[in-house]
């Protein structure tokens, strides 16, 4: 299929990521693409749903709104496809739909939209759930999957630690307490600040205990048990290098 935006997808895949619009209804569409601009975002629309997966796949936006009611196919399976592609799989799927029914939103939801919002909706109100959406998404990018440095490799996924390719096992505040440090190596942290991390921990308790944790990582880790340096005064570093 031969698109109309097809021009327009080449020019725009050369400049920064923006928002991908996908809706029929031009009114509403050139409305919310002038507030997306007077935010910053640049915007691309596109009117027909074929087309629209073809410019996310193009483009690769930072988000895409998705109007599911769509004379050209079911946007559902639109919605699908983006989250099954490997490279969109993490890109936030708004559905702004006329479809009210609870069916419709459940299956909305199902097939991976972010969130399903009903027409006619205020457009601050919709802006403000884009921008919630966006920031959630810049957090969740500013947390990486996986750390390493020196000879210990973490995984946040799998909740794993490796020292010189050898298993650790440790228990979830000091792996917590290791990642934090991990994070930042060469930068230390003071002991109320490593709480902070321990997430559903007892502060009080762990602010007793934070040493604990720190001898006994050293001591699983062995040798390499030395990359946690004692900052006199302060708390505890990993090892710049």
Request: net charge neutral.
């Amino acid at each position: 299929m031969t698109c109309p935006g097809d021009v327009l997808v080449g020019l725009a895949a050369l400049m920064q990521p923006g928002i991908l619009i996908v809706d029929e209804d031009r009114r509403f569409a050139e409305e919310l693409t002038a507030a997306l601009q007077n935010s910053g975002y640049a915007v691309h629309l596109e009117t027909d749903g074929r087309c629209g997966l073809q410019a996310a796949r193009a483009l690769e936006p930072l988000l895409v709104i998705l109007e599911i009611n769509l004379k050209d196919g079911d946007g559902l399976q639109i919605c699908r496809e983006l989250k099954a592609d490997s490279r969109l799989s993490a890109t936030p799927v708004v559905i702004v739909t006329t479809r009210t029914s609870e069916m419709d939103q459940i299956a909305g939801l199902s097939v991976g939209a972010d969130d399903y919002v009903v027409k006619p909706v205020s457009l601050p109100l919709l802006m403000h759930r884009l921008q919630a959406i966006l920031r959630r998404k810049d957090v969740a990018a500013e947390v990486p999957e996986q750390l390493s440095h020196l000879s210990i490799a973490m995984s946040r996924r799998f909740h794993s630690v490796t020292a010189d390719g050898a298993p650790v096992e440790l228990t979830p505040t000091e792996f917590l307490l290791l990642w934090t440090m991990m994070t930042r190596p060469g930068r230390p942290f003071g002991r109320h600040e490593l709480m902070e991390y321990a997430r559903g921990q007892s502060t009080m308790a762990l602010e007793r205990t934070v040493d604990v944790h720190i001898k006994s990582m050293r001591k699983k880790l062995g040798e390499i048990g030395r990359i946690i340096e004692t900052v006199r005064g302060i708390g505890y570093r990993i090892a710049q290098g």
